[in-house]
């Protein structure tokens, strides 16, 4: 999945999350966390592979349960310390979301070997047969097909939905800019 289609997938789920729980749209710093969560696992692995060669590929530290699951933990225990619980939810639902955005195409085509990365590094990591070189490499290299194009359509929804919503996380990264539209009651 490409940056964008892990950030829609992340703004989906939390707003679903939110809703369904809560009754509420998604607000500030709590939305800024989802998005760094939604990116994270990438910056992680995709420089120290495709860059510095530290890592096997591009899916592999970042990108397993189990690095996930002791991050989580951690920022969880830090969270309490500092009252930001929503955030840390945010960001694990990012964060997850990524893990399983990039396993839902292999896993849908039947090919599990590629799933394989979420068990990195009790699991051997995955021989990719794909192009060297950095993010733009690998961008020029982008195919156009059904899977692109899905993803594409989901940002599209989900960029919707965020301006609806009233961009909520803008006012935290823009000095000056008033995301206070009125948030809505939750139900009794």
């Given at each position: ?10 703004y989906l789920l939390y707003t679903a999350y939110r ?170």
């Open positions: 999945m490409w940056p964008w289609g892990h950030a829609a997938v992340g809703r369904s729980r809560f009754d509420l749209r998604p607000h500030g710093v709590p939305v800024v966390a989802l998005a760094a969560g939604t990116q994270l696992p990438d910056l992680i692995d995709k420089p120290l592979a495709w860059q510095f060669a530290v890592l096997p590929n591009g899916r592999s530290f970042g990108h397993s349960l189990l690095v996930a699951a002791a991050l989580l933990v951690v920022l969880w225990a830090v969270a309490e310390r500092l009252d930001a619980h929503e955030s840390a939810v945010a960001f694990g639902i990012g964060y997850v979301g990524h893990l399983f955005g990039d396993a839902l195409y292999p896993a849908l085509a039947g090919d599990f070997y590629y799933v394989g990365f979420l068990g990195w590094p009790l699991i051997p990591a995955i021989e990719y047969n794909l192009a060297t070189g950095g993010f733009l490499d690998h961008l020029f290299a982008l195919d156009l097909g059904p899977l692109a194009v899905f993803e594409l359509g989901l940002t599209v929804v989900a960029v919707g939905l965020w301006y609806r919503h009233g961009m909520p996380g803008l006012g935290v990264v823009v000095p000056g800019y008033d995301e206070s539209i009125p948030e809505e009651q939750p139900k009794s």
